[in-house]
């Protein structure tokens, strides 16, 4: 079956317990046979209008074109499908069982409050809030109020806050809008007006998102939680003061109450906060620990439960914890006290006092949760929900829009390449329109069958923005990152956008800067996410310090961030450059992918060593050894070439070549004479030049993605000598496929390798196209990549 989860994101985004779980379910069904996609819905929960614009946001979507959807949070419930299946994790519970306030507002004087309340109540009567045109009534009275005497009315949390969500839930949850109920654990299931009266929730516990949890030894108590009130760490430290015993208390997580906490346990050496801890180092903290503490006050459901007790670890817990009750039966499969420190002190001395017991229970634990799996919440949400879907008729191609804020044909540069190469191979099988902005001559240009590009000039206020914020960037080019600001002054690039996305089945954003645009273009489209670089960790490299520039940083940051969580499928270079975009902006929704650079082995002819030197000769370059270099205008490149500059100084007897558009900034006239200036060069001479140098230099310094330029010099079969950082991405091995060097090491290793040891250079150059046709190939990537989204196309 076609499955959607409808799953929302907040602003600003962030990653947590229910993100793992949405992911869990998509990477089961999509493991089960099925094509699962989770589809994004977008909300701010700080404000009646964010809430209210995150609801109707849900009702809009098309979701026509899958056969079951299911939902578990708010605002994402309100999307609409006939078989449409609710998991409810939670609603809002600020505005439900964890409000304290009115549950409806007062008598207010002001008439425009009075008409919004009146509005509110005849449409949460009526059902009619499960309509776009109700909901968007609502929000206008709603926004009419700010800024007015009656804006109190709109406090969050408040009363009619409070009535606003009652009563959207309510329309969403309908029976008439809902095919099947059920909850993460019977306390959600048992909470008061979270379901409709007279529902019955099934009851479908989710396992944790990992499965390697194990039994190792018991040397400490552990903790794993979101440092605020809720869980009552407090708890915890208060009651290991009265502990006369000598066991560490380690505490993972991090969260606003930690600073208290840290001043509660203060001169308490057992206790240990560990802040955060990566999620791939949480299975050992668990294996290692005595017994798990997990004391919240009326959890959901709480995964911590269910990840120690797969460790074969009891847990502690308390009488009004919630949903660790579900699990943890008291001497039989964990502890369970009263939530007072006496109480809990006097359950982890008996703990340690009796460890054989204690792993005994865990054993026990460690069975009852044996049947909390995915297949069982799959078997619950789906068996019966729909008849098997009859055959879809077969569609040969698909048609897929790229877009770049830069030509592609001809190409220059690395980034040119990577899109004319790796969608050229795409176009074998499905149909590639690229759209891109030029400063020069626009048009069709026709690729490949199947394969064109659509080329949008800047209209001449547009270049000179460009060349303003250029200038305001010390000659830094920023063609890239002011698209998103600047593409409005060329109005036929958004048309080009919109009728591209017309024609498309999904869109691509080429480098994140022309994301928005696309996604405004093609809303109801699939949209994909190429990273080619880290754009805000080059950017920070190549930017000169100023005011200026920290205002197009954040611009750069934002643009990211908005490609990174807005796409259905992000694929990057390399895993550093997916693990670089997690790190600066937490982890995303998005099927994650890394679609390496390649190269056209088979249009790059390979020449072996003898072969260079009988064509150096005949060329009249005489004996002396030749050092190449290629890259394009690009800040990483730019400052290769100034080292090979300072390079041919402290090496005169080796001849340096720079080919390629990196040569711009530089005056030939005040190189050294050993080291010529080439520019940009046709193919066919830089297959020459690849034919005739004895080796090929990457004395990169930073930068992002991988180096298109290794994979031809490897093709060409031309010894290379680089950086760690040029080598990056590859899979490429130092002695092996070729000659690492560090930044102080390039003359003594230039001559060495260039002197004796060119039997060796020789073997790596062969071991390197090897590895280039077997791995490196476009078409043996594009084959890869579409077999990887063979379900979203």
Not at 64 to 90: E, F, I, Q, T
Not at 368 to 376: C, D, F, K, P
Not at 735 to 764: C, F, I, K, N, T
Request: with cysteine; aromatic share 8%.
């Amino acid at each position: 079956m076609r499955i959607a989860i409808v799953h929302p994101s907040s602003i600003p985004f962030a990653t947590g317990g229910a993100e793992n779980l949405v992911r869990g379910l998509r990477d089961h069904l999509v493991e089960s046979g099925h094509a699962c996609e989770i589809v994004t819905v977008l909300g701010r929960e700080t404000s009646i209008e964010g809430l209210i614009e995150g609801y109707d946001a849900a009702g809009g979507l098309d979701l026509g074109d899958y056969d079951v959807v299911v939902s578990g949070k708010y605002p994402a419930w309100m999307a609409g499908h006939p078989r449409h299946v609710l998991w409810m994790l939670h609603p809002l519970r600020g505005l439900y069982d964890a409000y304290g306030g009115p549950e409806r507002a007062g008598e207010v004087a002001d008439p425009q409050a009075r008409e919004a309340i009146r509005y509110l109540r005849a449409a949460a009567a009526s059902g009619a809030l499960a309509q776009t045109g109700p909901r968007k009534a609502l929000l206008s009275h709603v926004r009419r109020l700010r800024g007015t005497a009656a804006e109190p009315l709109l406090d969050f949390p408040g009363p009619f806050a409070r009535e606003v969500v009652h009563a959207l839930d309510a329309a969403a949850l309908d029976p008439t809008r809902i095919a099947r109920y059920a909850a993460i654990s019977r306390t959600v299931a048992a909470r008061p007006r979270y379901f409709p009266p007279g529902v019955a929730p099934l009851v479908l516990h989710p396992p944790p998102h990992r499965e390697d949890w194990r039994r190792g030894g018991d040397e400490y108590l552990f903790v794993s939680s979101r440092l605020d009130a809720p869980k009552r760490i407090d708890l915890l430290v208060e009651a290991l003061r009265q502990v006369r015993i000598d066991i560490p208390l380690l505490i993972a997580g991090t969260g606003p109450d930690e600073e208290r906490l840290r001043a509660l346990a203060d001169g308490d050496e057992r206790v240990r906060f560990l802040g955060y801890v990566p999620d791939d180092d949480l299975p050992g903290f668990y294996a290692d620990a005595l017994a798990v503490l997990f004391v919240p006050r009326d959890e959901d459901y709480g995964l911590v439960t269910i990840e120690a007790m797969r460790s074969a670890k009891p847990v502690l817990t308390v009488t009004d914890a919630g949903g660790p009750l579900e699990f943890v039966v008291d001497g039989e499969t964990g502890y369970v006290c009263e939530p007072d420190a006496s109480a809990v002190a006097r359950r982890i001395e008996a703990i340690c006092a009796d460890r054989r017991g204690t792993r005994e229970t865990g054993e026990r634990a460690r069975t009852a949760v044996s049947g909390v799996t995915w297949q069982a919440v799959a078997h619950g949400l789906l068996d019966g929900i729909v008849p098997a879907p009859a055959p879809r008729r077969a569609r040969i191609r698909r048609r897929i829009a790229v877009v770049t804020g830069f030509p592609v044909h001809p190409p220059e540069g690395g980034g040119q390449f990577r899109v004319l190469n790796l969608y050229r191979a795409i176009a074998e099988r499905h149909d590639v329109e690229i759209v891109s902005l030029t400063h020069d001559r626009e048009g069709r240009i026709p690729l490949a069958e199947g394969f064109s590009e659509l080329r949008v000039q800047r209209t001449p206020e547009h270049y000179e923005f460009d060349r303003e914020v250029t200038v305001a960037l010390g000659e830094t080019p920023a063609w890239d990152v002011s698209v998103a600001k600047l593409a409005p002054l060329t109005p036929a690039f958004g048309a080009a956008l919109e009728e591209a996305g017309r024609r498309a089945d999904v869109v691509v954003a080429c480098h994140p800067f022309v994301a928005p645009a696309l996604r405004r273009a093609a809303p109801d489209r699939p949209l994909w996410y190429e990273a080619q670089d880290v754009e805000l960790t080059l950017k920070r490299k190549a930017y000169p310090p100023g005011p200026d520039a920290d205002v197009w940083l954040e611009e750069v940051r934002r643009l990211e961030a908005f490609a990174w969580h807005g796409a259905d499928v992000a694929f990057t270079c390399t895993d550093d450059d997916m693990a670089s975009l997690g790190a600066l902006y937490g982890d995303t929704l998005a099927r994650k992918l890394v679609v390496p650079n390649g190269v056209d082995v088979d249009a790059i002819p390979f020449v072996g060593a003898t072969e260079r030197r009988r064509r150096r000769e005949e060329a009249g370059l005489g004996a002396r050894p030749m050092a190449l270099f290629v890259g394009s205008w690009h800040p990483p490149n730019i400052e290769a070439v100034r080292r090979i500059v300072d390079m041919a100084r402290n090496v005169p007897e080796v001849d340096f070549l720079v080919a390629g558009t990196a040569c711009g900034p530089f005056d030939p006239a005040s190189m050294p004479a050993n080291l010529r200036l080439l520019g940009l060069v046709s193919d066919a001479v830089r297959d020459a030049l690849y034919g005739m140098a004895d080796v090929a230099i990457n004395p990169m310094g930073f930068g992002s993605g991988s180096n298109l330029k290794m994979l031809d010099f490897m093709a060409a079969g031309l010894p290379i000598l680089s950086s760690a950082v040029g080598a990056r991405g590859l899979e490429i091995v130092p002695g092996v496929h070729y000659v690492r060097v560090e930044e102080s090491e390039w003359p003594q290793r230039l001559r060495e390798s260039l002197g004796r040891d060119r039997d060796g250079l020789a073997a790596m150059a062969e071991a390197a196209r090897t590895l280039a046709q077997e791995r490196y190939s476009w078409r043996v990537i594009a084959q890869r990549f579409l077999a990887d989204v063979a379900d979203l196309l």
